[in-house]
């Protein structure tokens, strides 16, 4: 049980193109979805926080109207990578926590994406 | 808000040894502790974890022991194995940050056969 499966795996997009992601805890219902984001060995970074049906909390220094996150089920929540530049080239997680009192957390398999 | 310290950041073992991770953290609030092994290129995967209302955790080969009045946590692997080589991260959480996670660097195990 609680597996999260993320979608694509691997991207490659040119500069100044979009780029969705997509997160989606397959056998529970996660009313909270989290996004972060690692560069090569380094520790996970939080992103931001979505809540289904609600807007996502982001974490000071993202930029929201880059980073579009929208969580519109208790299965899925999408992350839109806007205007991506090089920079934006990071390994992408999500995680879905499940409902109730439960603090656990389950992670997706990861997207890398690659902008060139 | 919560900082949370690991070390060390690399860390080799034998086969059939043991190993420790230590993780500190700062915010008396926090009351779950999750550790996550990460292989290269993967997410990250929950191995065990521990609320503070609890002093020692075990699972087979895994334990997690928690010192609240130290604010510190530490991994025991005993018995290692090759397969357990890869990056292992500790967290910290607690109700009111709305679950989300503060993870400590990590710590790259490698266990030689």
Not at chain 1, 72 to 93: C, G, K, N, Q, R
Request: net charge neutral; glycine share 6%; hydrophobic share 30%.
């Amino acid at each position: 049980g609680a597996v999260v499966s993320q979608h694509p795996s691997r991207v490659i997009c040119k500069s100044g193109t979009s780029v969705k992601i997509e997160c989606r805890s397959l056998d529970f219902q996660a009313t909270t979805m989290f996004w972060y984001r690692q560069f090569p060995k380094q520790s996970l970074m939080l992103m931001a926080t979505s809540n289904e049906g609600s807007k996502a909390t982001y974490e000071q220094g993202v930029e929201k109207d880059k980073f579009l996150i929208n969580h519109a089920s208790l299965t899925l929540s999408t992350l839109t990578v806007t205007s991506a530049h090089p920079e934006d080239s990071s390994f992408y997680i999500c995680s879905a926590g499940t409902s109730g009192l439960s603090y656990e957390q389950y992670f997706g398999p990861g997207t890398r994406l690659t902008v060139t | 808000g919560e900082n949370v310290e690991q070390h060390p950041s690399t860390l080799s073992v034998q086969e059939g040894d043991s190993a420790v991770i230590k993780c500190t953290y700062s915010d008396s609030a926090s009351n779950y502790f999750p550790w996550y092994k990460q292989e290269l290129g993967k997410g990250p995967q929950l191995i065990i974890d521990i609320r503070s209302n609890v002093g020692e955790k075990k699972d087979q080969r895994i334990a997690v022991t928690l010192n609240k009045t130290a604010k510190h946590f530490s991994l025991h692997i005993t018995e290692t194995q090759p397969e357990d080589s890869a990056v292992y991260f500790c967290a910290a959480t607690y109700s009111n940050s709305g679950y989300a996670l503060n993870f400590g660097k990590g710590t790259s195990l490698l266990v030689t056969p």
